[in-house]
């Protein structure tokens, strides 16, 4: 498999650092200080088109391929992850109507997706072990007008902010996760409600709440795909946003490793730069090959999703390999900046934040570990 960029996906990564250099290096710091929704910021990407990658042109789409939107999300993720993370989850509700949309459903919604018209939300998780299990489970009843929905639904992503959420429900809470339904909600459908956002971490911008569900009415046609495909819906998603996550935490990780080269120079122990010396060296060379080898790594999953081959074990692996490294890149760096390098006017503390919130298993379970383990049974 050839990992060499064509011209045109370098110039769409070049595209976007150039978009992450003017416009998002000047707010990260207020953004993580903040963490105010980045409205204007996300009105510009939808005017360089960077909100409708994924889809095809006749619905106003880029129709770029995968892998030249990880090349996006990474640059993007150079200076700011939080504003990656609004993107991912956004492209990924928008893939979900490309893929198991109805024509209705694509008609009424994915013109206004790809123009950043409407921003859109994937509702998967909940507070209880598993979606369609626990007290809280968000349940679908079949009613003479369609579909009744009553529940919670926790660690929404661009909740609030999002015109439209894919939702994911239980049809017969006996089965749970075995009758998971999608639909798809309008954010001004009466019975919904955003609670308070979430204090994360990092990411901070990225909205993150629960959403509580109360007699919420929907239509028959706001069934996504079939009725109890909804776990195989969200296996493929996940597994999508996983992949397109890891491109976040490889542009962190490139981020950490370039400002910590640079400082190394600057900074003089014992008469002369740290970075002459062999251990800062060396520290430095791992972070560098950690994050080529995640590169390639990622390169590999989304070329397998562009060619429509089997990718969920590649991409298992990719999120199951920064898990353990993207943590120790952070570490790592901030070694080499030492005192400095863990204070707040430097950009080492809001990157560890960041990381953190890209690497987090919050699927339930142990899906990388499983699916890995299950391809080499």
């Not at 609670?195 to 909205?207: Q, R, S, V, Y």
């Not at 919050?362 to 570990?369: F, S, V």
Request: with cysteine; aromatic share 8%.
């Amino acid at each position: 498999m050839n990992f060499e960029l064509t011209e045109e996906q370098q110039l769409i990564g070049q595209s976007a650092r150039e978009f992450g250099k003017e416009y998002l290096e000047p707010i990260a710091v207020d953004l993580d200080h903040t963490g105010e929704y980045p409205a204007k910021i996300i009105a510009k990407l939808a005017g360089h088109d960077f909100l409708g990658l994924l889809l095809p042109a006749e619905v106003g789409g880029a129709g770029a391929g995968f892998a030249s939107y990880v090349e996006v999300i990474e640059n993007l993720s150079r200076y700011s992850a939080a504003v990656a993370s609004i993107v991912n989850n956004h492209t990924i509700a928008a893939l979900a109507l490309e893929l198991y949309g109805s024509p209705e459903q694509k008609k009424t919604y994915l013109p206004k997706l790809a123009k950043g018209e409407t921003l859109g939300s994937l509702a998967l998780f909940e507070s209880g072990p598993t979606p369609g299990v626990g007290p809280d489970a968000l349940t679908a009843v079949k009613h003479a007008e369609g579909w009744v929905l009553n529940g919670k639904k926790a660690y929404v992503r661009n909740a609030g902010v999002a015109g439209v959420y894919i939702v994911f429900a239980t049809a017969d809470p006996a089965l749970g996760a075995k009758a998971l339904t999608a639909f798809v909600v309008d954010s001004k459908t009466t019975g919904l409600k955003v609670g308070k956002l979430e204090e994360t971490m990092g990411l901070k911008g990225c909205p993150v709440a629960e959403i509580t569900f109360e007699n919420v009415v929907l239509p028959e046609t706001a069934v996504l795909g079939t009725v109890n495909q909804g776990q195989a819906i969200a296996a493929k998603l996940l597994s999508i946003f996983y992949v397109a996550e890891a491109a976040q935490t490889v542009g962190i990780g490139q981020a950490a490793v370039e400002h910590a080269a640079a400082y190394a120079k600057q900074r003089v122990q014992f008469g002369k730069p740290v970075a002459v010396l062999q251990a800062v060296q060396t520290m430095l060379a791992e972070v560098a090959t950690d994050v080529h080898l995640a590169r390639l790594g990622l390169q590999n999953a989304a070329l397998l999703i562009e060619e429509g081959k089997p990718f969920e074990v590649e991409a298992a692996m990719i999120r199951s390999f920064l898990v353990r490294l993207g943590p120790k890149m952070m570490l790592d760096t901030c070694q080499v900046e030492g005192g400095f390098g863990y204070s707040e006017f430097m950009p080492l503390p809001r990157l560890f934040r960041d990381i953190a919130g890209t690497v987090l298993l919050d699927a339930p379970g142990d899906y990388p570990d499983k699916t890995i383990a299950a391809s080499i049974a």
